[in-house]
């Protein structure tokens, strides 16, 4: 399909079936960002309370299982709880089909972002992993407008859009047939010989020996740890554990689920009817979708530190002027003028525009591919289970925030921005084109800060080796 590519001694090219592999895959994405739209995002705070923890017994399976069956379970309980929730003729089936949608959930968003993390070769991973994120994007635009087209639909239009929540989780459950095994947690689980085909396979070139001789000795040091989660309480665990959780963290605390889950309570506040509410949704959930490809050409060209900066600073000014405009003119009405309202528009699609293109997809990226193999599905875990708790508390507190605080909220939201931005600056190493088995010696144990926190790790030598060959 393409010609061969070298970053150091990995070989690689991009073949058909890999594609297939990356695109199938990233369906958990559009499954997630389905849920969250579906209903303005009561549907997601429901499945968040209930999902919080998932990704833990998620992590166990990815280990022992593999990430393939983990993807399969996700789509197979998300399926049953969609077609039950539309269903649904007593309360007990309503709260049965979310707990169901929400073990999808937790395990979909535990092992989709390792699979694409793991599979994707070094030079494109940033951009096969935000895969995952630009289907979310789809799935919350798709629920905008099954949303928009259901409301007219008296009196089971709520049982339509519920129920459509069954098509992207079939797309998942087919593709979790068709989709291959990691290499990775294939040789982690002893199985050499398929792990080194496997690797050929999703490579498209027979000249693996440098990357596979990477993974063995990741593996190698995996299967010394007998208790991941002990593990990643250790000194030198800290600082892939707190960047993943704070990536998590400050995704949500970026104020963009507030926005996307209040969208039509937010133009409807600003002067726009019902139906153009609605329609603004749609028109916010594009510039998502598109921005979203911004961030698929740039990561592995630009790095993830500059795209995560300059969205700092773009939503920086996006949140305090849309705060100051509504504490000046923000009249007893309720309401603006036409001119105003516009401009409020403008700035919640530049605000979600380098949301898009930066925390939404890093938030997800960074964690599935920093930490090392023997604490990556514990670590990714933990990470996701932030996402989730946090998202759950957002979207509960927020209408009570709005209300008290009101135009000063998103001075709130801009506040925390500073704070991530520092965060970057600061903590944050890059890993463009860092192999994902390499990170603890070309990352951790070269960056300034959590250098100091690396001296009790103790990997294997030959990771180092081969590491260090790139």
């Known amino acids: 399909m393409t010609k061969i590519e070298k970053v150091g001694s990995f070989e690689s090219k991009i073949t058909v079936y890999v594609v297939v592999c990356w695109v199938l895959a990233a369906c958990g994405g559009l499954m997630f960002g389905y849920d969250i739209g579906i209903s303005g995002g009561v549907t997601a705070m429901d499945d968040s309370s209930s999902s919080s923890f998932r990704p833990f017994a998620a ?259 996006s949140q305090t002027a849309i705060g100051a405009i509504l504490l000046v003119h923000l009249k007893g009405s309720n309401s603006l003028d036409e001119g105003l309202a516009g401009l409020v528009v403008v700035l919640v699609c530049l605000f979600v525009m380098s949301f898009a293109w930066s925390w939404g997809p890093l938030g997800w990226l960074i964690p599935s591919e920093t930490f090392p193999l023997e604490i990556r599905t514990s670590g990714f875990a933990c990470a996701v289970s932030s996402n989730m708790l946090f998202t759950f508390i957002i979207a509960q507190a927020f209408l009570s925030m709005m209300c008290h605080m009101r135009a000063f909220i998103f001075f709130f939201f801009a506040a925390w921005i500073v704070a991530m931005g520092l965060f970057v600056l600061f903590l944050l190493p890059e890993t463009k084109n860092v192999p994902i088995d390499a990170m603890v010696e070309r990352v951790w144990k070269q960056h300034p800060v959590w250098k100091r926190f690396m001296d009790d790790y103790d990997g294997k030598e030959g990771v180092k080796n081969v590491g260090m060959i790139i």
């Open 59 to 317: 992590s166990k399976m990815c280990s022992k299982l593999g990430r393939k069956p983990t993807i399969f379970v996700a789509s197979a309980f998300f399926l049953c709880g969609s077609l039950l929730s539309a269903a649904a003729q007593r309360i007990w089936m309503i709260i049965l089909a979310r707990v169901l949608l929400g073990v999808g959930v937790g395990f979909g968003n535990e092992a989709v972002p390792l699979f694409l993390s793991e599979i994707a070769p070094v030079q494109h991973r940033g951009a096969v992993n935000i895969l995952f994120q630009l289907f979310i994007t789809i799935g919350i635009l798709f629920a905008n407008l099954v949303n928009y087209g259901a409301s007219k639909i008296h009196p089971w239009g709520w049982r339509l859009s519920l129920g459509l929540a069954s098509l992207p989780a079939a797309f998942l459950f087919v593709g979790s047939v068709v989709i291959i095994e990691t290499p990775a947690s294939l040789v982690e689980r002893n199985q050499e010989s398929q792990g080194l085909s496997t690797l050929k396979k999703i490579r498209g070139v027979e000249d693996v020996d440098a990357e596979f001789e990477q993974i063995k000795m990741a593996c190698e040091a995996a299967r010394e740890v007998k208790d991941p989660f002990k593990r990643l309480m250790k000194r030198s665990s800290m600082p892939p554990l707190i960047i993943g959780v704070m990536m998590q963290v400050f995704q949500q605390f970026t104020g963009i689920n507030a926005i996307m889950f209040y969208a039509p309570v937010l133009f409807q506040t600003v002067g726009f009817k019902n139906d153009a509410s609605l329609l603004s949704s749609v028109i916010t959930g594009l510039v998502n979708v598109f921005s979203t490809l911004v961030s698929i050409y740039g990561v592995d060209r630009v790095g993830r530190r500059k795209l995560l900066l300059q969205a700092c600073v773009q939503m920086f000014i």
